[in-house]
């Protein structure tokens, strides 16, 4: 998969890139990312991207312009096959496990990552196939959603996980169902023992204790 990250501040992004489960997907070639500053877009000796809102009001808008060129030099548009790109927005359709397996299957994936007050809105009108919001609060930005999306959609790569069982069957696999206790050694800790039916050996009726216990 091909994941273009369009920030104001790509740096947010070097660290998570280099550790666990993203770095793994890269270094498999499941995984290819380009991390973009829309910055190299702009235009004007300070590199601006944003300017204050027609019609007044408090903070700064978004530039449709460097979005729309960087868009461009990765010759992307909108509804194109097999190819998403989305906005940042608190206004978006809210992130889940039903929308990152059904993204797992792109061949790319763009991020815009809003800022500031929001985005020029005509980057949503026409620039974008989808808004996305990651739940119902405000961050300073659409870098930390961005990841997010970007973290449960590669875990969902084939051979991403090393095991394939990895993630069936685990917490929203179902909408709403959390997934069952999990214990490990050992047995006991500070008079706190792991139930007695996970150590039968007995597969139904651990099967059956943890479908009980699924939150």
Known sequence: MQVNLLSLFPSFFTSPLAESILK???????LVVRNINLRDFAHDAHSTTDDRPFGGGPGMVMMVGPIAEALESL?????QPNKLIVLTSAKGTKFDQAVARNWAGLTELTIICGHYEGVDERVALNLVDAEIRIGDYVLTGGEPAALVILDAVVRLLPGVLGNELSNIDESHSIP???GFPQYTRPETFQ???VPKVLMSGDHAKILAWRQANKS
Do not use: H, V
């Open 24 to 30: 793994r997907a890269q270094l498999a070639e499941s």
């Open 176 to 178: 709403g169902q959390l």
């Open 191 to 193: 008079d706190w023992p």
């Open 75 to 79: 010759n992307l548009a909108k509804g």
